[in-house]
């Protein structure tokens, strides 16, 4: 199987140039979002990280909430789509191994981890908030869904919102603790024998998890 980075360098070599530089866009974006905030971030910085002049990232996007909510899609449409998938499918071994499928999804877009933190720890009503606080909202509701084996329910019980944090934290947590992983160890989180042992520490959980809540 090929590893994430020749996979993206294959898929990088079939697009046009301008493809290629609304990706170099994307990926900058993504980057500078998650360091500082979407307030912080304005478009002149963003052009300079993608190596273009200002003026010629509009030829790609409206403007920055239209990038933003791009960068979104991008990274968090795959995951939507794995979670109902799962649903769908209402298979034991999808489940146990969905939280390794999440895992895959984020190792592409890591900073995306950052960014649900600073949805979650804001308190303001800026655009960039409001948007992902809709993905975090989709994502939570088909997370739920799974854990109670009910579609279409909403349940707000303790047991399955502590379920639901786990598994949040277990995922994305994962990407923000690179620093602490220096202190005890060498190397990166986001190597592929690092992702694989996280793989396997999150499949030992998922099973109970993601095991039906006790009514």
Not at 128 to 149: C, F, N, P, Y
Not at 152 to 164: E, F, Q, V
Request: glycine share 4%; aromatic share 6%; charged share 25%.
């Amino acid at each position: 199987m090929p590893s994430p980075s020749s996979k993206a360098a294959a898929d990088s070599s079939a697009l046009t140039k301008g493809e290629r530089t609304a990706q170099r866009i994307l990926d900058s974006a993504e980057e500078l979002f998650a360091a500082k905030g979407y307030e912080a971030t304005s478009l002149r910085e963003i052009a300079k990280h993608a190596s273009i002049r200002e003026p010629g990232l509009y030829h790609y996007f409206r403007g920055k909430e239209a990038l933003y909510q791009r960068v979104l899609e991008r990274a968090l449409t795959p995951m939507a789509e794995a979670l109902q998938a799962a649903l769908e499918s209402n298979s034991p071994q999808q489940l146990a191994t969905l939280p390794a499928t999440m895992t895959d999804l984020l190792a592409d877009h890591p900073p995306m981890a950052a960014l649900f933190q600073q949805a979650l720890q804001s308190r303001n009503d800026e655009p960039g908030k409001k948007l992902v606080d809709e993905w975090l909202d989709l994502l939570v509701s088909r997370g739920a869904q799974l854990i109670t084996g009910s579609k279409g329910r909403k349940s707000s019980d303790p047991d399955t919102a502590i379920r639901i944090i786990a598994l949040f934290n277990l995922t994305c947590g994962y990407f923000l603790s690179q620093e602490v992983f220096q202190r005890l160890a060498r190397g990166k989180l986001t190597s592929p024998d690092n992702l694989e042992r996280q793989k396997q520490l999150l499949n030992s959980f998922a099973r109970s998890l993601l095991a039906p809540v006790s009514q």
